[in-house]
């Protein structure tokens, strides 16, 4: 069964402070891992997809990366606006998505 | 990306009653898929629908309480039936192209609220 695991569940950042957000993951054969951002009220908007290990992609001050196990979110020098909760999930076989409880970021100013 | 629509946007309901919900795509696409995402947890997948055959239902949720319809490639609609306040949750479709990997890009979501 395909396992998806975030931490932390929440992280409080102060505008600048750089940090990194977890999704370790366990599956058959790697189809492709998503991020995706969701603010409150609204639906999952995505972010980045992953397909190999050793593959990064960078948006504004989000990189992510992607190992055999696990992924990274970096956010650099976060603002208030990049307050959200940041979903990670898994394509293993088929189309369906297995997601992660996500990690609920806030940045104060 | 795909731009999706989902209405209602909210609803309140009495349990018992029965509530269908629609997705609208403004492109063709193979795959259309139905998630549920209960208070303060993460998305879970209900069933995928393609176009001309019945959905596929994951494990826990059934076509009698969940029937959905996929008629064309544009539109699906999730019939939430025999509500119960369990039932109270945010349900999201999302689309995509049907390839391996391929993005899945989600609506805004319909949040329900039962009584």
């Known amino acids: 069964e395909d396992q998806v695991t975030q931490s932390p569940e929440a992280l409080r950042l102060q505008e600048g402070e750089s940090s990194s957000l977890n999704c370790s993951y366990t599956?058959?054969?790697?189809?492709?891992l998503f991020w995706y951002r969701q603010d409150p009220g609204k639906g999952p908007e995505f972010l980045f997809t992953l397909y190999s290990a050793g593959e990064e992609k960078e948006k504004e001050r989000l990189k992510a990366t992607l190992t055999k196990k696990e992924s990274f979110l970096h956010i650099t020098a976060p603002k208030p606006e990049d307050s959200a909760t940041y979903l990670c999930a898994v394509q293993a076989s088929g189309s369906r998505l297995t997601f992660g409880e996500g990690t609920q970021l806030t940045v104060n100013p | 990306s795909a731009v999706i629509s989902q209405k209602p946007s909210r609803d309140i309901c009495q349990r018992g009653t029965s509530l269908t919900i629609q997705c609208q795509v403004d492109?063709?696409?193979?795959?259309m898929f139905w998630y549920r995402q209960q208070p303060g947890q993460s998305l879970t997948l209900i069933a995928t629908a393609n176009q001309g055959s019945e959905a596929t239902y994951e494990s826990g949720f059934v076509i009698d309480k969940f029937p959905i319809s996929r008629p064309n490639l544009t539109f699906s609609t999730l019939t939430v039936s025999n509500m119960s306040p369990e039932d109270s949750s945010i349900y999201l479709c999302?689309?995509?192209?049907?390839?391996?990997?391929?993005?899945?890009?989600f609506g805004p979501g319909t949040r329900l609220l039962v009584l």
């Open positions: 492109s063709q696409v193979t795959m």
């Open positions: 599956v058959s054969g790697l189809r492709g």
């Open positions: 999302s689309v995509d192209g049907g390839g391996a990997g391929e993005t899945q890009y």
